[in-house]
């Protein structure tokens, strides 16, 4: 049985991970046979935000204890990941991904990455082990790697913000998925668009499916 | 196109509503072609549990914002419920729906149920609409009814106190569901058993089948 790993940033797309994208993405692979482990940075949230007004609140909490939540409580500091263990590794996105695993959010193509986050996904493509990435989390990956063939789905700014470090982008829509054959990455915009929730659905399905297919 | 009302009560499995149960139910709303709308009381939660060690945390956090990070901001306080404006209402499980809409979590049968969801579920039933509900929410309506036949899997326990209430208890194992013809429920164990995923999400597409159904 192949054992996919994922990356989770928070509980929640204003300040972590987006929960249907999270939640789905566990479903998709299971529904495709295979299984997964959970991950989180153990560390605090850039901040917390109050998910009806969008206004931050006085409040600190803990990357990896909120993305617990989404895990039922099984889940593994990221700094102990090792990508021996492991067939692939999906990050789903929500703004997490650009506020807690890196700071793309406040500081777009100057953004830093979280080490773990940048020492497991080196680690697998080193593998030649496929990565998956949700919605925003595609930014990491033109972040770390420069010339790499990835979608956000069509916001023009961020586009641009991903072709500066040397990336190409692929315009999609929903469920579409962009792989790029030498780093063996794989990418669909979900909430990057203004998506339903089935539409969520399919592309995690469609990026769990793609990754499986790049094992073989 | 018909539409279903969501009674949230957090967000995440142990203080709140289980994020698997909640996000699935919305998908097969969606999928099954229905549309949703989300709601929850506008109250403080019981506590606030660490979701890795499962001990209590110096918190206090209210039922509606959390949930809110489920559904995306787009919530109501359930106090603004309204029956006519609803074809079904689904109630995702969690020990949010034992430990914030009831009180089943701490006091079992001699629980008590907060007056709006009382409300929003008898005011269904009065209209002859389906309620569905997932894992342990269905001791609300045994609470409610007395009378019912539900399931809430296969725990001697949780059945042996349903059914001193008055409810006929059907044991089941996953996706399966019991419905009640007369008062229109339709209840399935979900994580109530030790469940997958991709069983949970089994569970919450039977339901809503079942519901849509109920409403021809």
């Given at each position: 049985?192949?054992?996919?790993?994922?990356?989770?940033?928070?509980?929640?797309?204003?300040d972590?991970?987006?929960?249907?994208?999270?939640?789905?993405?566990l479903?998709?692979?299971?529904?495709?046979?295979?299984?997964?482990?959970?991950?989180?940075?153990?560390?605090?949230?850039?901040?917390?935000?109050?998910?009806?007004?969008?206004?931050?609140?006085?409040?600190?909490?803990?990357?990896?204890?909120?993305?617990?939540?989404?895990?039922?409580?099984?889940?593994?500091?990221?700094?102990?990941?090792?990508?021996?263990?492991?067939?692939?590794?999906?990050?789903?996105?929500?703004?997490?991904?650009?506020?807690?695993?890196?700071?793309?959010?406040?500081?777009?193509?100057?953004?830093?990455?979280l080490?773990?986050?940048?020492?497991?996904?080196?680690?697998?493509v080193?593998?030649?082990?496929?990565?998956g990435?949700?919605?925003?989390?595609?930014?990491?990956?033109?972040?770390?790697?420069?010339?790499?063939?990835?979608?956000?789905?069509?916001?023009?700014?961020?586009?641009?913000a991903?072709?500066?470090?040397?990336?190409?982008?692929?315009?999609?829509?929903?469920?579409?998925?962009?792989?790029?054959?030498?780093?063996?990455?794989?990418?669909?915009?979900?909430?990057m668009l203004?998506?339903?929730?089935?539409?969520?659905?399919e592309?995690?399905?469609?990026?769990?499916?793609?990754?499986?297919?790049?094992?073989?």
């Open positions: 049985m192949k054992k996919i790993a994922v990356i989770l940033s928070g509980c929640g797309v204003f972590g991970s987006e929960i249907h994208e999270a939640t789905l993405s479903y998709a692979i299971a529904k495709e046979g295979a299984s997964y482990e959970v991950f989180a940075p153990d560390r605090k949230q850039h901040h917390v935000i109050n998910h009806i007004t969008g206004k931050e609140m006085n409040e600190t909490r803990n990357v990896l204890v909120e993305s617990a939540r989404i895990a039922r409580g099984k889940i593994t500091d990221l700094k102990r990941f090792d990508p021996d263990d492991f067939d692939g590794l999906l990050l789903p996105g929500g703004f997490g991904a650009a506020k807690n695993l890196s700071s793309w959010a406040f500081d777009g193509p100057g953004a830093s990455v080490p773990e986050v940048e020492n497991a996904i080196k680690g697998m080193a593998q030649k082990k496929p990565v990435a949700l919605c925003i989390a595609p930014v990491i990956l033109a972040k770390l790697f420069g010339q790499v063939t990835l979608t956000i789905g069509d916001d023009p700014n961020t586009a641009k991903v072709e500066s470090l040397g990336a190409t982008h692929v315009r999609t829509t929903h469920g579409e998925v962009a792989v790029d054959k030498v780093l063996k990455t794989v990418t669909t915009p979900c909430y203004n998506a339903t929730i089935d539409q969520i659905a592309g995690a399905e469609n990026v769990v499916r793609k990754m499986l297919e790049l094992m073989d």
